[in-house]
């Protein structure tokens, strides 16, 4: 079945500081690839999403490119704030069935 | 719309009690989902539901776990005989699917149930 890892936290920058956060996948096909992120004491929130091979997904400076050929959708921000400090998801729909399967987050914190 | 919205934010129970969730979902989807969610880990699947048709269920939801959508709009998610090890965040998401095979399901989550069990 359609599986999904990303690199484990937590990582730690400075303000302003290049964020990457690494996501790879198993599927079948061609399924949507998504980032979701968790501020603290907040539920999940949909921060991009990538429909097919090559797409590029971005929001809040935030980007990810859904690569089939390294099965990889990449998070990355340029120039990260300290309201970026959260949990990062990154998740794909299984091969079979409507719902989402989510990588075990990265932690991210951003000190000023 | 106000979003997804869940209650209570907040429950703490002893072992051995009963403890119910709800989820209001967005209004006009028809997808409602719930999740667990334990410290440092990524949400795993319960159970969703299609209207009031619940379709899917993990193998993580035992016989003391059971959810309910009557109506197919509001759900609950009941726990009995609460174990310290269903101490986690229950989260709910909704979702609009419409017919056919095409289009991209993203999920609308609400804020989470928090369940300590001491």
């Known amino acids: 079945g359609n599986s999904v890892t990303q690199m484990e936290g937590p990582v730690t920058l400075s303000e302003e500081a290049f964020l990457t956060i690494n996501c790879t996948y198993t599927?079948?096909?061609?399924?949507?690839l998504f980032w979701y992120v968790q501020y603290p004491g907040e539920g999940l929130q949909l921060l991009l999403k990538?429909?097919?091979?090559?797409d590029k997904g971005s929001n809040k400076g935030f980007e990810a490119t859904y690569r089939k050929e390294t099965t990889s959708f990449h998070l990355e921000k340029g120039s990260v704030q300290v309201s970026d400090s959260a949990v990062y998801f990154c998740?794909?729909?299984?091969?079979?069935?409507?719902?989402?399967?989510f990588g075990g987050g990265t932690r991210v914190l951003v000190k000023p | 719309d106000t979003g997804v919205s869940q209650d209570p934010r907040h429950k703490i129970t002893k072992r051995g009690q009963n403890v119910t969730f709800r989820c209001d979902p967005i209004?006009?989807?028809?997808?409602l989902y719930w999740y667990r969610q334990t410290l440092g880990q990524g949400p795993e699947f319960l159970t969703y539901?299609?209207?009031?048709?619940?379709?899917?269920k993990s193998r993580l939801l035992s016989d003391r776990f059971s959810a309910e959508r009557p109506k197919g709009s509001f759900s609950t998610l009941e726990i009995q005989r609460t174990e310290q090890g269903d101490s986690a965040m229950y989260l709910c998401?909704?979702?609009?699917?419409?017919?056919?095979?095409?289009?991209?399901?993203?999920?609308?989550f609400g804020a989470g149930s928090r369940l300590t069990v001491l």
């Open positions: 998401a909704s979702s609009f699917r419409g017919g056919g095979t095409g289009g991209v399901n993203v999920l609308t």
């Open positions: 599927a079948t096909g061609y399924p949507s």
């Open positions: 990538a429909t097919k091979a090559d």
């Open positions: 998740a794909l729909p299984p091969a079979a069935g409507n719902k989402l399967t």
């Open positions: 209004s006009e989807h028809n997808r």
């Open positions: 539901f299609q209207n009031e048709a619940q379709l899917e």
